[in-house]
């Protein structure tokens, strides 16, 4: 797999999860299901921006990345403004990964309460944590369009 092949896949997840974002509008989005503990489809995209942002360009890359992963989880905001900040992303992820090879060692750890992998990764290690966090969030996030879609059909 190149780091295009592996982009295109990322890209894949956030469009699906933008994509929804927009199939629910700007209330629904930012809306959490009444549910103990449960998050809004936003707040769900944006913890996978920060996802992305923090475990490629911190992680792999050694870029300064803050992050507020806390915070994450009670995003809210416009769905179209995701949307940029998601492109503006990809950039930052393509400059991340250039020169990287799969099997050397990234260039920083992630603190442990970060709930990542339980063992020491390489590059492709991480950019697989990665994948597997959009991925699951993404499906998350149609999960939840679905409860807050009935929710407003009863």
Request: aromatic share 8%.
């Amino acid at each position: 797999m190149d780091e295009d092949e592996y982009l295109y896949f990322l890209r894949r997840a956030f469009d699906g999860m933008l994509d929804t974002l927009d199939q629910l509008g700007e209330e629904l989005a930012n809306t959490a299901p009444p549910l103990p503990g449960a998050n809004s489809p936003y707040a769900i995209a944006y913890h996978c921006l920060a996802v992305a942002d923090y475990w490629t360009g911190y992680v792999i890359a050694g870029r300064h990345v803050t992050r507020d992963r806390d915070a994450e989880f009670t995003a809210h905001g416009h769905v179209g403004q995701l949307r940029l900040e998601v492109d503006a992303l990809f950039e930052r992820l393509a400059e991340d990964l250039a020169g990287t090879l799969p099997g050397q060692e990234p260039r920083n750890s992630a603190p442990a309460d970060f709930q990542g992998p339980e063992r020491k990764l390489s590059v492709r290690g991480v950019e697989l944590h990665v994948l597997e966090e959009l991925a699951q969030h993404h499906g998350q996030i149609q999960i939840t369009r679905d409860l807050l879609l009935e929710r407003t059909a009863a």
